[in-house]
Nanobody, 124 residues
């Protein structure tokens, strides 16, 4: 079964940067989508970035230009580079995985495998 392990969260001041990592194991297929989601206390989980096996990416407007999703297929690792962080970015960040070649969107229900989460706190 697919396992995902996030790391790289922490506390930064507004305007700072963090890079999150997610190590993927247990998948033997060729096609997949991976994504980063976040959830702040009292709010719904929301997608922040998506990447397919082919390298296609998708971002919502509220992170476009600040966040970059990437992958290292040799290392089986997903990354999220976050720049110009704002207090509203404070949340628990989760990586997610879904097998298959069909297009995916940044919906929680599109993904069946999830990491444990890593906390990001941005102070003003």
């Amino acid at each position: 079964q697919v396992q995902l392990v996030e790391s790289g969260g922490g506390s930064v001041q507004a305007g700072g940067s963090l890079r999150l990592s997610c190590v993927v194991s247990g998948y033997t297929g060729d096609y997949y989508s991976m994504a980063w989601f976040r959830q702040a206390p009292g709010k719904e989980r929301e997608g922040v970035a998506l990447i397919s096996w082919a390298g296609n990416t998708l971002y919502p407007d509220f992170v476009k230009g600040r966040f970059t999703i990437s992958q290292d297929t040799a290392k089986r690792t997903l990354y999220l580079q976050m720049n110009d962080l704002e207090p509203l970015d404070t949340a628990t960040y989760y990586c997610a995985f879904q097998s298959g070649s069909l297009p995916r969107t940044l919906r929680e229900t599109s993904f069946r495998s999830w990491g444990q989460g890593t906390q990001v706190t941005v102070s003003s």
